[in-house]
Each structure stands twice: as C-alpha cells, then as structure tokens.
C-alpha cells in the first residue's frame, strides 16, 4: 500500500475536479512510479481503505463445464481489471437453485449449472471487497483455457 496524492482528473479529456463511480477518468497522481502500477490495483481512501486477501469464500455458478470442479483446481480470476491465478481450497456446501437452501454435507466435486459456496486460496494478494458491501468490487468470472466457466461473488475476505 502505498499513499499517492491525485494532482489531475479527467472525464472525456476535460479537466474535472469531481467524479462519481463507474466514470472511466484519467488521473495524475504523485508519490509513485508508472512503473509501480499494475492492473488490479486500486485507489481509495486513505481513511477507508479497500481490503486484501488471499484466501476468501465465495458464491460461484458453473457455467460452461466439460467435467467436474473439485479441490484443489486452478483457474483464472478475471476481478475488474486485474487477472489472478487461483484454487479452490475447499467445496463448502451447494446451493439449491430454487429454494437458494445451503446442503448439510460438504460436495466432493461441482457440475455444471450447479451453485456453490467455495474457498479459494490466490497466489498473491488482491484488492476485493464483499458483493454485500460494494457490488461492482465483488463480483468476478473464472475462466480456464479461454472460456468462462463461473461467475461469482465474494461472500468473505478469510484472510
């Protein structure tokens, strides 16, 4: 985490001095290196920081499918504009579609079409926050070998 000072915003090429979320801005900022500046990174405030973690639970839809998730599987986290590798640590309960009632037992593998609660375990730190407390910053797609296969959002920053 680093603290930067923002010196210039623009919206649409035009010099603004306010914007509101969801506006693709451009912005100076001060106290760090373009080089320093990855994809996924995010800037927020200094008294209300966004948080991070490596390992979190999370609500997925399986998608498109050609056999079954289990344990220990890997796969691409597409989180806004950043990119993660990452593996399911744990299937911890299917969701029933309908009734959105949470099974008793642990499932020992996901298909397709199927809802679940997982814990995932990333690589690296990310920058995430709860579907429940910011929408546009919980929600992700997994991808592997090019196609979607999930959709989710993140229930639970573990740690």
Known sequence: KVEVKVEQIWSDDIEVTVVTSG?????????????????????????????????????????????????????????????????????????????GEKSKTRPRFIKQDQIAIVRFTATHPICMETFKDHPQLGRFTLRDEGTTIAIGKILKIVE
């Open 23 to 99: 506006e693709n801005i451009k912005i100076k900022v001060k106290g760090i290196d373009d080089n320093d500046v990855s994809p996924g990174f995010v800037l927020c405030s200094h008294s209300n920081p966004i948080k991070t973690g490596r390992t979190f639970d999370a609500q997925i839809v399986m998608l498109d499918l050609k056999s079954i998730v289990c344990a220990g599987f890997q796969c691409m986290m597409h989180l806004q504009a950043m990119a993660e590798e990452v593996a399911i640590k744990a299937l911890i309960c299917l969701v029933d579609k309908k009734t």
